[in-house]
Structures are given as C-alpha cells and as structure tokens.
C-alpha cells in the first residue's frame, strides 16, 4: 500500500497583500491544501533568493513567493524586485535539474483570499506529481562535482 | 524595559500559548498535543493551552509566567498578527519584557480554519509554533522610534475634498498649504448645475466655501501651482510648490475683468466649459473664482504666439500684467499631507459605437451639466447642437465606460443618480420631452437617493434595464430620420430594441486622473489596478495611506459622490488633527541599518530604495540609512552582496531560524540523506 505523497511548500507571503489574503482565506474558511507553511516577510521584495535555496536544502518541495499585484506594492515597487530576482533564481534552478513548478511567484491583493488558496491547491498538486524535491541527489552531488573539479584544476 | 540580563551563551526561556479560540481553533487542531509537543523544544520552558488568550485571563498568564517563571521570549499560537499582535505585544510589555521579544503563530486563519484535516492542521500547527519559537529566540528588544510633528499641512487638490479638509485645519487653528492646479479652487463640484437628491445649486453651497478659504488666514492658496518635490517623512516633509506664470501680478490685480473683457481672443474652453463654450485667452474659469485673478494662457494669447496686442495690458487700470513673469518656486514645510486630487471623466470617444464626437447630438455628461447650467453657454436651456432646436425624446445611457470589462471594471456609484438628475432636469426644463434612461442596475444607495429613483418613477421617465449596443443615425424607417437611434436589448422583455430620439447623453463614468500614478509616485505612495490611490486599509484606515503623514479624501480613492468626499475630507483632517494634537508619532522599528564598517560601498542599494532612504557618504565609501525616511520593506536587505545591511524585526538569521523551525517534519530526513551522499 502505497501512502499518498504531501509536498511541504514553504510560502514567503508579503504583510500587506498575500499574507492577509490567506489571512481572508482562513476567515472566509476557503478549504484548500494544508501543505503550505507561510512565512511572513514585510514584502515580497525582502525575498533573498538564498531564502529559497535554504527552503529547498532544509527541506521543502516547493517555495511560493507571493506579494501584491504590480502597481499596487505598499512599497512602491518591491513586489517587481521580487520578479527580476525569482525570474533569475527559476533560470538558475533549471540549472540544477529543479522543476520550475517547485518555485512560483504569485500576485494576490489582500482581498484575493480565492486566488491564493486556489494557487496553493495548483501548486500542491504539480509538486504532488513531480514527487520529492531529492535536493541531495540535485545539488549537493553537482556540488561535490564542482568541488573535485576545482580540487583538480 | 526591564530586560532579563543574561549571559549570551545562556539559552532563551521561551513561554509558548496555544489558543483554543473556543472551537475555532480546538475543533481542528489539537491543540493540547501542540502545546505538550512544544515543551520538546529545548528552548521553550513552558508550554500552555488556554482557551481564549486575548482575555485578559489569557494575558495574565503571559504576565505571570514572565514573571515568575523568569521567561525571556514569548510565542503565542492563535489568531491572525493583523488581528492579536498588538494584543499580545502589550502583555508582554505588562510582563516586563521588550514587547518586540514576542512572536505569534497563525493557526487560526493559516491552519484549523484553511483545512478540515485535523491531523493535516495539527502538523502545520506545530510546524507554524516551531517556526515562531525558533524565530523568537533571535529576537532582539526594540525600541519605536519617536518623531515630532510639524504643525502645518499641505493639501494638494482645491476640489470639494481639498476645500472641506483645508477649512476644517484652518478653523481649528492649523496652517494649511492649498495647493490648486488650475487658476481656481472649485473643481468639478464647480462645474456641476444641481446636485443629487437635494437638487441644490451646486455653485450656491460650493462659493461660499471658496470664499471662506480666500479669506482665512490659515490657509494660504496656491493655484495656477503644482508640488515638484516631496521630500522628507511623517511629521518633517519639505514641499517644493511650483506655482506658474500667471502673468498677472496678485498684489496689483483688483480682478476688475476688464482684461478679459477686451481681450480679443477667444479660446474653446475644453477644460471648466466641456468644450462647449469659449473663453478669453486672459480669462477666469467662472466670475466666482477664488482667488479672482485671472490666467494668461500662453497658448492661446495673440501676443505671445505673434509678438503683437498686449490689449490686456494697455487696458488694466493697475498695471497688473506683466508678460515677462516667470515660474516660482516655493518652498515650505509640513507635517502632514491630504492628497484630494479629484478625478477625470471616463472620454466616450474610446466607445466608438456610441458615436460621441462623431454623431453631433450625442453628448458627453459634463456638457450636458455645463448646458442645463444657468450661467453656462445656452443659459440652461437644452438644445442640440444647432443651438436652436429643442430636443423632444432624450436617451440617457447609464455606465459608459463602468462595470464594462473592455473599460473599467468597476461601477462608478454617481452615474445612476446624476443620470436621474439629468432626467429630471429635462422634465423641468422641457416638459413635453420623452426621457429614456438605459440602465443596467439601478444603483442608488444613499440617503434619499432611492426616494429620488422613485420620484422619476413618477415623473414619466422611460426605465430601459439594458446596455446600449450601439447609437447610430443609420435609419431604417421614416420616423427615425434625422433622429439618433439607440440599440439595445430589454432585459425585462427580453427583446432586442430600436428607439430613435433626437438627443443622446452619455453619462460618463469616474476614471482615476491620468497622470495619478506620478503623483503617487511623486509621494511614495501606492496606486490600485485603476489608478486610485491605495488606504491603508478598506474599512478600518479609509483615509490613511501606506505612507505615514500622507491621507487620502475624496475621488482619488475611488468613485465616490460629494456627501461622501465631503465625509472623507473631514476624516483626513481629524487624522491630521490627531497626529498635530499628538505632537510626536511613534514608529515602528521595523528599519534597515547598514553595518557600515563591513559596507563595501557598492551603492547597490542606494538606487534600489524606492524611498530614497539610503545615502552614500563619499568620504567614508560607504552607505547610510536614514532611518526616518526608510519603511522596512527590506528590499536593501535581500540585495546586499555583502549581507551587512540588517532589517530590524525581519533578520536574515530570523528568517532562517523560522524557515528551520517549520520545516522541523523534513530537515532530518533531508540532513540524513545529505549524509548518506
């Protein structure tokens, strides 16, 4: 008998628009996957790309990055801060053999409480279907690659 | 603060309070073995559930546990921190601790309410408590930091928001700055004939008050004026007022008229006229204008476009003009700032199946409420465009360009009524006319509007629930020649409709103002998808911005009537009010810091900050937050290549302590299998 498979997904959820659209979510009682665990961050431009990498060497499946829409970020522009960087971490993580369903940027204003639960629902089910992350046999053993290369050069 | 001393390497004696919420959290979460399976963390010294931890129950036992059990952090597992932070903050600072050394976790709206899996919930719940403990120990005391206020405001925008909010701080006393951008306070309510559901004079309740801000002393006017520049924060903003040629020297002008008067060149007036009616090239919007002086617009001026007239000037009895006048730039300080920008009307040429601006007789609102205005081009009587002929069947079309996805999304809130009022005015003014009004929804909230609705019910008006498909003068019988004929479909009949009438308006809907994401910009503030500037919150700060010191009031917010601006305005004034009474605010910490002897002097960030908070001291090479200016939003802190830049509240060593603790369920398998590799 087969277990079915529950991806962690780590979300780093901006104060002012994700964070209380799942706050919305939850008082609206929006039933959605309970494979999410959020990490408030004042804005999604606060979001270190190496905030993902340790999500994903800690552990984690998949990391949601969500923020205010553009144009609408309480800090002028962070949330388009976030793109150019997490455009650039995906790339990177291509790289490495990552999926790119594994880390997703998402707009949801405070009041889109549906859009937010709906996109965790979408995510958990595409991580579901690739399986575990396997961080180890992706990076670490590239790394270990790397290391003996400049060991030999 | 009475701060434990403790040696660093000493651990952290962590309390932690999980919440029952009654059954909000209880019924699906177990929250008894959260609690016991906290106590695990070695850091935590004492775990505990209760059943309503905002009580002040709830909160003595923070109180005494930090007490007697000589805790140094404390975590409590409940609702929302948007909805209990504060709450909690508080009892910890009752405690004797720095109310920063708390930490919350969100099972509430984050897990028993997001999921009915009660053992899905439970696991995210001690992930989500983990996560908090974890974060809690690297937490540091902060202190909020104080700021003084300046008593004076300035108030950009002399609409009926920017009048209302100016009057009520200058009647009480405050300085005001009111800045106008055109050459008279009045805005749109100016243009307007009657108003809804009263039908008062729109100019008759509106003058009076523009006199009323010509005359106090507390307010000093800037029209014909701009702002450039903002700098600054809450309490300590500098303003730098651009206030343009007018040509006209104030101290001498008597705003006799005479130059208007003699003036030869008439000018369409697209701007206080709709387009409709002309004015001087030296002119004043209306003869009510405050301040009364008049605008050279050097556009339109004979002398400035060929170097010959200067009528104005040989006919002005104090010598009031002067050509060579340039801009000038002001400068002053505020404390705090209203934005009361206004709003445009939605331009019906972008529907072009309505034909405005194509069909002669389709006319937009605002001409309309210029034409049915007394002191407008006609007198207020309704003509067509000829002029001359009275139009016997007029079509209203509600919505243009609202609750229309090709346009705005949104509904517009005045059009139904000013709609109302217009076929309402129609029947006054010509009473053998045949009204239509298409309508989609009759919205009409408010108090008396409904009642309103109803007596236009009674006067005879045609009610038509349907969008208009298309105007045209492409007629297929003999009846509708000459005539404009209105397409749509009867929903109440459910059949498709042709109506042919002589004269159509196209009641406009509310747009943002087109240049409103530079001035959010220009005060650091945020705009939504439309254009409209963002509250702090929807229902709870309405008038507040993101932006300490900076307010909202009226349409620039979103569509809305003159009660409600009105209402709004005086909000912002008594937020003002408030923060002027007060003297200082207290901000939160939440700041960024660079640690300037690691600072490489890179300048990443300094064009990163959308505040302009960081500085670089060229001496030094390196860069400095001013830490009165900087919002915390961190974005410095992920950019750093040095990592030496700290965002208070929101460390890199926070951030990934809590993304260790929520991740308590994996981390070993993973460190396991990194091992075996």
Redesign the interface.
């Known amino acids: 008998m087969s277990e079915i498979y529950?991806p962690?997904i780590?979300g780093f959820l901006c104060n002012?628009c994700s964070?209380?659209a799942?706050?919305?979510?939850?008082?609206a009682?929006?039933?959605?996957?309970?494979?999410?665990?959020?990490?408030?961050?004042?804005?999604s431009?606060?979001?270190?790309?190496q905030?993902v990498l340790?999500?994903f060497?800690?552990?984690?499946d998949g990391v949601l990055i969500a923020g205010?829409?553009p144009?609408?970020?309480?800090?002028?522009?962070?949330n388009i801060?976030a793109l150019r960087?997490f455009t650039l971490l995906r790339k990177t993580l291509e790289q490495w053999g990552i999926e790119q369903e594994r880390v997703q940027l998402l707009w949801a204003s405070?009041?889109e409480g549906t859009i937010l639960?709906a996109a965790v629902d979408r995510m958990t089910e595409e991580i579901r279907a690739l399986g575990p992350l396997?961080?180890?046999?992706k990076v670490?053993?590239s790394e270990?690659l790397l290391h003996q290369a400049v060991e030999e050069a | 603060m009475t701060d434990m001393k403790k040696s660093p390497t000493e651990q952290e004696r962590v309390g932690v309070y999980v919440c029952h919420c009654g059954s909000n959290i209880a019924g699906t979460i177990d929250v008894a073995e959260v609690a016991k399976w906290a106590e695990k963390n070695p850091n935590v010294v004492v775990s505990r559930e209760y059943e309503f931890m905002c009580s002040s129950t709830g909160q003595e036992l923070i109180e005494n546990d930090i007490k007697e059990k000589g805790l140094t952090r404390i975590v409590v597992a409940s609702c929302?921190?948007?909805m209990h932070e504060k709450t909690f903050r508080e009892a910890t600072e009752r405690g004797g601790l720095n109310p920063f050394l708390f930490e919350m976790a969100?099972i509430?709206?984050?897990?028993s309410?997001?999921?009915?899996?009660k053992n899905?919930?439970t696991?995210?719940a001690k992930?989500?408590v983990n996560?908090a403990v974890e974060r809690v120990v690297h937490h540091a005391p902060l202190e909020k930091i104080p700021v003084s206020i300046n008593p004076n405001t300035l108030i950009v925008g002399g609409g009926i928001a920017g009048i209302t909010a100016a009057l009520e701080l200058a009647e009480a006393g405050r300085k005001v700055f009111l800045v106008e951008r055109e050459g008279t306070i009045g805005g749109h309510m100016a243009q307007i004939d009657k108003t809804f559901p009263t039908l008062d004079c729109s100019a008759c309740i509106l003058t009076p008050k523009m006199v009323d801000v010509g005359q106090n002393d507390n307010i000093t006017m800037l029209s014909y004026s701009e702002v450039e520049s903002v700098e600054g924060y809450i309490g300590n903003f500098n303003i730098t007022v651009r206030k343009k040629a007018r040509c006209v020297i104030e101290d001498l002008c008597t705003s006799c008229g005479i130059c208007e008067e003699k003036c030869p060149q008439k000018v369409v007036d697209n701007d206080y006229g709709a387009g409709i009616s002309t004015r001087k090239a030296i002119y004043r919007s209306f003869p009510q204008a405050v301040p009364g002086y008049p605008v050279l617009d050097k556009e339109n001026c004979t002398y400035f476009q060929t170097g010959k007239c200067k009528v104005c000037e040989q006919v002005c009895p104090t010598h009031a003009i002067d050509f060579e006048q340039e801009d000038e730039l002001i400068n002053f300080d505020v404390g705090n700032i209203i934005l009361a920008t206004g709003y445009d009307l939605f331009d019906a040429r972008k529907i072009p199946q309505y034909g405005y601006g194509r069909l002669p007789n389709v006319f937009s609102s605002m001409e309309f409420e210029r034409m049915v205005n007394a002191s407008g081009p006609t007198s207020g009587h309704i003509v067509l465009r000829d002029g001359e002929t009275e139009p016997k069947s007029v079509a209203i079309v509600h919505c243009v360009g609202s609750r229309d996805q090709n346009y705005n999304e949104y509904c517009s809130k005045v059009c139904c009524m000013y709609s109302l009022k217009f076929a309402h005015l129609v029947h006054e003014h010509l009473p053998e006319a045949e009204v239509f009004n298409y309508y989609i929804d009759m919205r009409t909230p408010g108090k008396g509007y409904e009642e309103f609705y109803h007596r236009l019910l009674n006067e005879g008006t045609h009610f038509i629930r349907g969008r208009v498909a298309e105007i045209s003068d492409a007629n297929h019988h003999a009846d509708e020649e000459g005539k404009l004929v209105v397409q749509a479909e009867n929903t109440l009949l459910g059949i498709q409709q042709r109506n042919a009438v002589d004269m159509v308006i196209l009641s406009a809907g509310i747009q943002s103002r087109h240049d409103a994401?530079d001035v959010s910009?220009l005060f650091?503030m945020?705009?939504?998808?439309d254009g409209f500037f963002?509250e702090r919150h929807?229902k709870l700060a309405p008038v507040s911005t993101?932006t300490d010191g900076v307010f909202i009031a009226g349409a620039c917010q979103g569509p809305k009537d003159i009660p409600d601006t009105v209402a709004q305005a005086g909000a912002a004034a008594s937020q003002v009010a408030k923060l002027i009474s007060q003297g200082t605010v207290m901000m939160e910490p939440?700041r960024a810091s660079i640690r300037e002897d690691e600072c490489s002097g890179c300048r990443i960030c300094n064009t990163?900050c959308?505040?302009g908070a960081i500085e670089f001291d060229a001496e030094k090479e390196v860069s400095r937050v001013i830490t009165a200016l900087c919002?915390?939003?961190?974005?410095c802190?992920?950019?750093c290549p040095s990592s030496v830049i700290d965002?208070a509240h929101?460390t890199?060593t926070q951030?990934?302590a809590?993304?260790?603790g929520?991740?308590w369920?994996?981390?070993e398998?993973?460190i396991a299998?990194?091992e075996?590799?």
């Open positions: 529950e962690v780590v002012w964070y209380r799942a706050d919305l979510a939850g008082t009682r929006i039933k959605y996957a309970p494979n999410l665990r959020p990490i408030r961050v004042m804005c431009g606060r979001v270190d790309p905030f340790q999500a060497r800690s552990g984690a205010c829409h144009g609408e970020c309480h800090y002028v522009n962070g801060k960087r405070a009041s639960a396997r961080w180890g046999d670490l053993k270990d | 929302s921190p948007h969100n509430r709206e984050h897990g309410w997001a999921t009915n899996d899905a919930a696991i995210k992930a989500l996560g994401e910009k650091k945020g705009c939504d998808y963002n929807p993101m939440v990163l959308p505040y919002q915390g939003c961190g974005t802190v992920a950019a965002g929101f890199n951030v990934y809590e993304l260790k929520i991740l369920d994996v981390q398998e993973v299998k990194q075996a590799i």
